[in-house]
């Protein structure tokens, strides 16, 4: 087992909380979050789970905050958590040997949304010169980089909703292959305007539950009819561990195997069977060294959409037998954070090992009768978990699965 990626920090704003530490105990109440959201009044779906009261100007300055969109503002406070967490001083560190790598699911449509109406009213000296710096997905790393003084590789990757899950395998390369001493690494997304929620909508990929919103996202129920969109930002500190032991840094947890595959079956639909998903799975437990007896918790996906709960109950029975290990579902309570949503799904795992707890999931009243999976409802379980999977999937067919280990 490589071992070698060690978690030293961990950054989190999401609707359940500004911090790692809220963001947990709300999370662990198992109460969904979603609500009718004033912003999209009128639309045919308009519930979603946003992040409250986070003051841009109060975290960031107002002049940066000014320049900066929203998804790059949770991830730059994201960061600065993390950071934190880790008890790192940018001042102090060896600048050129930090990375940075987060995950983007998109360009942000909250700036498109009002700049295209600009120019559309024949006023194209009137659109700002900040509308291609503050949205598109590169500044996320790039404003983190320049905040922090990281000064070794950053980018950001867009691997539609397995984008966090992917900037935390790709970084986790970089720090076991000597690439970089420390890497930032993560996930940001704002997706709940107006337009992604229509398009969204169109696709019928969304709940239409919006008389009760609460009720909405229903991970592996039998009466799920979509997701709920959501935000948010999750940054981990990945160090080698020979790194993070010379330094004196407690370890919460070990990023120790990964993997990423594709279906290669349609653009939007997985495949139903879940053969990427399977394939995923069964790679980052080969690369962790790890058996599937071995794994005492799974971070599911589980987006509350039909075809793709089936598909991912489906390959973690053919990867862990007829009784996988017990399942949480996030989105339940936070909604879908899209590129986010992986490294925030992450980070829980990283708790759920720390604490040795797994949340519950909301709304769960009827397994399908085709497959039943061990959830944990209702309440938090206390378990003894040594190592756990956190899967992520998007479109286009992208699996990304992390396995972690507890330290």
């Known amino acids: 087992m490589r071992c070698e990626a060690a978690v030293t920090g961990v950054g989190m704003i999401t ?90 699911g998109g360009n942000s449509l909250h700036t498109y949304f009002h700049e295209f109406d600009v120019l559309s009213q024949g006023h194209p000296e009137l659109v700002s010169p900040l509308a291609l710096p503050r949205s598109v997905p590169s500044m996320a790393a790039a404003e983190v980089a320049i905040a922090l003084d990281a000064r070794g590789p950053n980018f950001t990757v867009a691997s539609a909703c397995s984008s966090g899950a992917t900037a935390l395998a790709v970084a986790a390369d970089m720090v076991t292959s000597g690439a970089c001493d420390i890497a930032l690494a993560g996930g940001a997304e704002s997706g709940c305007s107006r337009m992604t929620v229509t398009s969204f909508q169109q696709m019928h990929a969304l709940s239409h539950r919006t008389d009760a919103p609460h009720l909405a996202s229903r991970p592996f129920d039998a009466d799920r009819d979509g997701f709920v969109l959501g935000e948010g930002a999750a940054v981990l500190v990945l160090e080698r561990r020979q790194h993070a032991l010379r330094r004196g840094a407690d370890q919460r947890a070990v990023l120790c195997g990964q993997a990423c595959t594709s279906d290669a079956y349609h653009p939007v639909a997985p495949h139903p069977e879940g053969v990427g998903v399977e394939s995923a799975l069964r790679t980052a437990l080969k690369d962790s060294g790890l058996q599937p007896r071995d794994i005492g918790h799974v971070n599911a996906h589980g987006t509350s959409t039909p075809f793709g709960d089936r598909a991912e109950a489906r390959a973690l029975h053919r990867v862990f037998g007829p009784v996988p290990p017990p399942v949480t579902a996030p989105k339940s309570i936070l909604g879908h954070a899209l590129g986010a949503a992986g490294a925030i799904e992450a980070a829980l795992t990283v708790l759920t090992l720390q604490h040795q707890l797994i949340p519950p999931t909301a709304n769960l009243e009827r397994q399908d009768g085709d497959w039943e999976l061990d959830i944990v409802t209702q309440a938090p379980r206390a378990a003894a978990i040594n190592a756990a999977v956190s899967n992520s999937f998007g479109f286009g067919g992208q699996n990304t699965v992390l396995a972690f280990v507890g330290e």
């Open 15 to 104: 609707p359940a909380g500004l911090t790692r530490e809220s963001t947990w105990a709300t999370v662990c109440q198992g109460q969904s979050l979603a609500r009718t959201d004033p912003d999209l009044a009128g639309l045919p779906v308009d519930i979603s789970c946003r992040v409250d009261g986070f003051d841009a100007d109060a975290v960031h300055g107002r002049r940066r905050a000014r320049r900066l969109d929203r998804f790059i503002h949770l991830a730059l406070a994201a960061a600065q958590q993390a950071v934190r967490d880790a008890k790192l001083d940018p001042a102090a560190w060896n600048a050129p040997r930090v990375a940075v790598v987060l995950g983007v």
